[in-house]
T-cell receptor
């Protein structure tokens, strides 16, 4: 069993829809990251959080330490949000989820 | 401030050869981590360097090695290349290393080096 599990693996939605991507982990962590990877490979760090909730523009990330679960939400989704979203946790070293491939249709 | 740079961006090698990849972190960042990304395995941690010392190493064979210089630039080397080493190799830099209690360091990723082994 992977130490970091993401769901769904793939997600297609219409422009404007509210998107939720989930991440569950089974190890103790000091922080959790949400990363965005566009075609071509470039990775951008969206959030790093160890408790509560963070918001940046249309993106919201939450984490529940007791339940070992985090969610990434995208409000008013747009085709430019199409990318792979990766959850990663700090556990002395960084462990990655397999990613969620998001496709927003215009 | 310039971002993380990696050279070369693309590389083609043949089995048995060795390769050296370079990563220049953001100015002032002393921690550099290396990752391998393949379609089958996704992103996997290779190693992390801080102040010229390797702090952590992932589950990769000894053919994979790295080092960090006094200016924080880092290199990784893969010897005796195998077809399965074909991947995107990413490095990321941060001020402090991961796992430091109380530290919440964002990692900044470079564009990656795409290695093809024939």
């Amino acid at each position: 069993k992977n130490e970091v599990e993401q769901s769904p693996q793939n997600l297609t939605a219409q422009e404007g829809e509210f998107i939720t991507i989930n991440c569950s982990y089974s190890v103790g962590i000091s922080a959790l990251h949400w990363l965005q990877q566009h075609p071509g490979g470039g990775i951008v760090s969206l959030f790093m959080l160890s408790s509560g909730k963070k918001k940046h523009g249309r993106l919201i990330a939450t984490i529940n330490i007791q339940e070992k679960h985090s969610s990434l939400h995208i409000t008013a989704s747009h085709p430019r949000d199409s990318a792979v979203y990766i959850c990663a946790v700090n556990n002395d070293k960084i462990i990655f989820g397999k990613g969620t491939r998001l496709h927003i249709l215009p | 401030k310039a971002g993380v740079t990696q050279t070369p961006r693309y590389l083609i090698k043949t089995r048995g050869q060795q390769v050296t990849l370079s990563c220049s972190p953001i100015s002032g960042h002393r921690s550099v981590s290396w990752y391998q990304q393949t379609p089958g395995q996704g992103l996997q941690f290779l190693f992390e360097y801080f102040s010229e010392t390797q702090r952590n190493k992932g589950n990769f064979p000894g053919r994979f090695s790295g080092r960090q210089f006094s200016n924080s630039r880092s290199e990784m080397n893969v010897s005796t290349l195998e077809l399965g080493d074909s991947a995107l190799y990413l490095c990321a830099s941060s001020l402090l290393p991961s796992g430091v209690v109380g530290a919440q360091e964002t990692q900044y990723f470079g564009p990656g080096t795409r290695l093809l082994v024939l």
